[in-house]
């Protein structure tokens, strides 16, 4: 099965910065289009930012574009989240996300996330 593993969160300062990077283990993660969502406690898990198997195209959530960067380097099997300008808004538990399609069925694959704390 699919697999991620996410890391970098951290506890920083209003406007910092920081890059999450998700690594995918199983066959065929570069053919996974992969998404960041977050979650604070008692609220539904939001999409951040998504990225296309390939890499050529890539969505936002309006809060965080212009700030958040997607990218990945399907050499390494990884995904990356830059995010630049943080706010306590940003406050959350990251995590990656893929829809897998394998031979004997469909499943979600969720990482176990990464806390990203911006506090003054």
């Known amino acids: 099965q699919v697999q991620f593993v996410e890391s970098g969160g951290a506890l920083v300062q209003p406007g910092a910065s920081l890059r999450l990077s998700c690594v995918a283990s199983?066959?065929?993660?570069?053919?996974?289009?992969i998404g960041w969502f977050r979650q604070v406690p008692g609220k539904e898990r939001e999409l951040v930012a998504r990225i296309t198997s390939t890499g050529d195209s890539t969505n936002y959530a309006d809060s965080v574009k212009g700030r958040f960067t997607i990218s990945r380097d399907n050499a390494k099997n990884t995904v990356y989240l830059q995010m630049n300008s943080l706010k306590p808004e940003d406050t959350a538990v990251y995590y990656c996300?893929?829809?897998?399609?394998?031979?004997?069925?469909?499943?979600?694959?969720w990482g176990q996330g990464t806390q990203v704390t911006v506090s003054s």
């Open positions: 996300y893929a829809p897998v399609a394998e031979s004997w069925g469909l499943y979600d694959s």
């Open positions: 199983g066959s065929n993660v570069n053919d996974l289009h």
